[in-house]
């Protein structure tokens, strides 16, 4: 009991001794690591619910049209080539992984025409790109695919492959097509969310990489490495030029009090712009 007592009060003074000495100082490694940890954090709460409730409406949808074999394909790059964002069926992994160049495939011309497509028989078909079922071991019969559209904006391609049960299959119908488009309508609000919080989640874990995340100074008035980065990002342009105009802001508020002023201002005057847009039925930048 003596021993105990003795190291408890020897603990103590060890305590109260590095409470006068003060906390050792953070490093800026420990500092950038804790960033980064927490930039995690956040990308999970962003991006995670948003893509799990994809994929909960795309099973919705592929059980309404017939099809367990269902995917959602979104712009990879700048040129009009696509990915895979999220994918049911049996080779849903190997999906995910495979690339569609630009103009390729039937989701390619979905994508480039923003026209829907219902294809009976693929093997007939020309724009049918074979390289997918190759890379995934899976034969596709018959397709429909039908374009996301966010604001008279094509963002992406929604397709059903094959139908239950065995084959022949029967084809899509025209009806099948229209309640495809309504499927599309809501998965497009939820891509386009995604692929904007992606990017937002790419942005803070590049700002930490650079440092910028403090104000630059009248010296750094020249374009930002950050923002050099926007500009070659693979994004839809809509996306990147949305963050990159936040970036912009956020530089010029930082020089400042007159010129965040000129910010406020600016963001004010935008938000009743958008909010008459609205009101008029013209939507957000209806000119």
């Known amino acids: 009991m003596v021993k105990r007592a003795s190291t408890k009060k ?3 003074r060890r305590k109260t001794s590095a409470k006068k000495r003060g906390a050792p100082a953070v490093s800026p490694f420990e500092a950038q690591l804790r ?5 995690v954090d956040v990308a999970n709460l962003m991006t995670s619910p948003l893509k799990n409730s994809i994929e909960n409406l795309l099973l919705v949808a592929g059980d309404a049209m017939g099809s367990d074999e269902a995917s959602v394909l979104v712009r990879d790059g700048n040129e009009g080539g696509l990915r895979f964002l999220v994918a049911i069926g049996e080779v849903a992994d190997k999906l995910l992984k495979v690339r569609i160049p ?13 026209q ?5 028989d693929v093997a007939q078909e020309e724009t049918f790109y074979a390289e997918v079922d190759r ?4 034969s596709t019969q018959t397709i429909l695919a039908t374009p996301l559209r966010v604001g008279g904006e094509t963002i992406g391609v929604l397709e059903f492959v094959n139908r239950l049960g065995n084959p022949p299959y029967q084809p899509f119908t025209p009806d099948e097509m229209d309640k495809a488009a309504h499927f599309a309508d809501a998965i497009a609000t939820l891509v386009d969310a995604h692929e904007t919080a992606g990017l937002v989640e790419t942005l803070f874990a590049r700002s930490i990489k650079t440092g910028e995340g403090s104000a630059m100074s009248v010296g ?7 923002i050099k980065w926007l500009d070659k990002v693979r994004s839809a342009p809509e996306h990147r030029d949305l963050i990159s105009l936040a970036v912009r802001l956020r530089d010029i508020a930082n020089r400042g009090d007159a010129e965040r002023a000129l910010c406020r201002e600016v963001l004010e005057a935008l938000d009743r712009f958008t909010q ?8 957000y930048f209806g000119f």
């Open 220 to 226: 750094q008035r020249k374009k930002s490495d950050l």
């Open 276 to 283: 008459k847009q609205s009101a008029s039925g013209a939507g």
């Open 35 to 39: 960033d980064a940890i927490r930039v």
């Open 10 to 12: 020897t603990l103590k």
């Open 135 to 138: 890379a995934t071991g899976y």
């Open 116 to 120: 829907p497509m219902a294809v009976a």
């Open 102 to 114: 630009p103009g390729k495939g039937i989701a390619g011309f979905v994508f480039a025409s923003g």
